[in-house]
């Protein structure tokens, strides 16, 4: 015998189905019987002697249903040898909001009504932003503070913005199957670098000559490529007073190759001569190159944030296909930079040797073909003037701009380094590579400045205004004393990435906002890494900000770095060392962790310096200083 399963409860509507089962049933087996007793008396008379009887009345009908028995009789019945399989049951419609429930369930009680009403505006619930930023109820000793934070739009701009979004669907385009990675900065160069470098001058005089030497121990593009980017990057001088007077030598390679100074057209034809040249002696059996020269706009001297026009006309450089990708050289800042009106020659190879297609045009745009960017989807000019902009320093790294109050946020073409706010508070989200960001050492440093507005005079036939832009002019900062902007960092939800913020209180007027990145960890130097123009509309009243210093701890709040006496202040700080709040009279308080911050409520009882960092009074590395008066 098969083991007896356990009771199994069955629903009114199954108890109802087995018993018009068990009808039907008993009438087909009276029906049965009959034809059975009428087939045997046939078979037992001579058909000649039949007699045909009256016609068989109708059985008579079943008799009436018993009351339903019970679940349990039911189960232990035996006289059905086969079960009767139960319909399955549908669950029950929800009920309206008027029924009650008494069910202990642990599932939620069900008290919407069968088609859910549409919510209105009052109740719709505004889904959060996945990287959410720390609560602010440390900004209550901020009295000034009010409803800055209602204001921010916190939507990532690569969710609105023509540009951005572009970029976030668009990938490089290649040729079979490529295998560099997207950066380049863990390849090891030095040994190619020391041998173009170290080139004996008398094979520099012809074009022929140079190309042979700097590609012949190679049997790869890459390397010919590495070393004829290191040889004219490191020899060619980069000709800026006569970029400014307009006095410039004629740019093609020869003349460049003998006089080592030229702007970034000359750069740009000495570098593609000596890729040809190469190809043209590549031994049997070697890689030969195949590199372009392209013409167009780039984000260099004379840009400035916020320029509402862009100049398609006023640079140059190169690209290569190696290994199934084009990637981008750029000679003319590789060979150094322009500093407060100096020129400093300093070969930076990291940023600009093989960039990959999405991180070059950040920075540049060709002036005449759209698939000079090599990108599956190129951007046009309207829309790369309106990028934010950005530094190659950005680009090490892995830097992208999420979010900032002052957008105007209800145009996708709007210009992303043009931010215009109404209360003094500025807010700005940066997307960073985590790996890259830890590998230049991990620090951020920002500060605004007073800028002095002149008017665009480019209107050429290269020149391309943005739209929606109201504003005719550029804007140059003033210098004078910086003012600080705090910043902490925060996780992000998508992989491998982190969020920077960047924030604090600006002075009225026109500003030009520096965000600037370590670029290695080794040296404490913070370069430009992003640029904004700021138009404050506020009264910029909030005082100045705290002393940063950049150390082990940084500043998050307060804002306004003067304290006043009787008012109950909290520090906060981001750091990994415990952090300390030294007090004018050399009291050592401890800050308290409240998630990824440290934060310590002091009131203001004494005129002085309040330090903020870590460590003693005796032994101490600042943070940053208050000073209460």
């Known amino acids: 015998m098969r083991p007896t399963l356990p009771p199994r409860p069955i629903s009114q509507s199954a108890l109802k189905h087995g018993a018009e089962n068990q009808m039907d049933a008993d009438t087909d087996q009276i029906q049965g019987g009959i034809a059975a007793i009428k087939l045997r008396l046939e078979s037992q008379l001579d058909p000649s002697l039949q007699l045909r009887g009256p016609p068989m009345k109708k059985p008579p009908p079943p008799p009436p249903l018993k009351p339903k028995p019970s679940v349990k009789a039911e189960l232990t019945c035996q006289n059905a040898s086969v079960p009767v399989r139960p319909k399955p049951v549908v669950p029950p419609r929800p009920r309206s909001q008027s029924a009650t429930s008494t069910s202990n369930s642990c599932s939620p009680t069900v008290s919407k009504p069968a088609i859910p009403a549409r919510p209105n505006a009052q109740s719709r619930a505004v889904p959060p932003r996945p990287t959410q930023k720390p609560q602010r109820n440390s900004f209550e000793h901020d009295t000034n503070y009010s409803a800055h934070h209602s204001s921010i739009d916190t939507s990532d701009v690569a969710n609105w913005h023509a540009a951005m979004s572009k970029l976030e669907s668009a990938h490089g385009i290649t040729v079979g199957s490529p295998v560099l990675p997207r950066t380049l900065q863990n390849m090891d160069f030095a040994q190619l670098d020391e041998y173009a470098i170290n080139t004996p001058q008398n094979e520099t005089q012809s074009i022929h000559g140079l190309a042979a030497y700097l590609t012949f121990p190679f049997d790869d593009a890459l390397s010919k490529i590495r070393a004829i980017f290191c040889w004219v990057a490191s020899n060619i001088d980069y000709d800026y007073k006569g970029f400014v007077t307009g006095q410039m030598k004629p740019q093609d390679a020869n003349t460049v190759l003998h006089s080592r100074s030229s702007v970034c057209e000359g750069y740009a034809n000495l570098f593609l001569a000596l890729c040809k040249a190469a190809s043209a002696q590549t031994p049997h059996g070697h890689e030969s190159i195949t590199a372009f020269k392209i013409s167009g706009a780039a984000r260099g001297v004379g840009v400035e944030p916020g320029d509402p026009a862009v100049d398609l006309d006023a640079h140059a450089w190169n690209a290569v296909l190696v290994h199934g990708e084009y990637r981008f050289i750029e000679c003319t800042w590789a060979a150094g930079s322009v500093m407060n009106q100096q020129y400093n020659k300093q070969y930076l190879p990291g940023p600009y040797f ?181 138009k404050n509309h506020g009264p910029g009243n909030h005082g100045l900000p705290p002393k940063c210093f950049g150390g082990s701890v940084r500043l998050v709040e307060p804002f306004s770095g003067t304290l006043r006496l009787g008012d109950q202040v909290r520090f906060k700080v981001q750091g990994d060392l415990d952090g300390v709040v030294i007090t004018p009279g050399k009291s050592v308080l401890c800050m308290r962790r409240e998630g990824d911050f440290q934060v310590l409520d002091v009131r203001i009882d004494e005129r002085g310096t309040y330090s903020v960092g870590h460590g003693d009074w005796r032994s101490y590395s600042f943070g940053g200083q208050y000073v209460a008066a």
Request: aromatic share 8%; with cysteine.
């Open 354 to 534: 093989l960039v990959h297609p999405l991180d070059f045009v950040q920075t540049h745009i060709s002036k005449s073909d759209a698939k000079e960017q090599f990108l599956s989807n190129p951007l046009t000019h309207q829309e790369w003037a309106a990028l934010p902009m950005m530094s190659s320093v950005a680009r090490l790294n892995g830097m992208r701009l999420l979010n900032s109050n002052g957008i105007v946020s209800n145009n996708r073409g709007c210009l992303l380094s043009f931010l215009e706010i109404q209360d003094d508070y500025l807010e700005i989200s940066i997307e960073v590579d985590t790996e890259l960001f830890q590998s230049t050492g991990g620090m951020v440093m920002a500060h605004v400045t007073h800028g002095q507005l002149v008017p665009v005079t480019k209107n050429s036939a290269s020149t391309v205004w943005v739209d929606g832009v109201y504003h005719r002019d550029s804007i140059i900062s003033k210098g004078g004393h910086p003012q600080s902007l705090l910043w902490y960092t925060s996780a992000s939800h998508r992989p491998g990435k982190m969020t920077c913020v960047v924030r604090g209180f600006v002075p009225h007027g026109d500003l030009v906002c520096d965000v600037m990145a370590s670029v290695d960890p080794a040296v404490n130097m913070y370069q430009n890494a992003m640029k904004f123009r700021v």
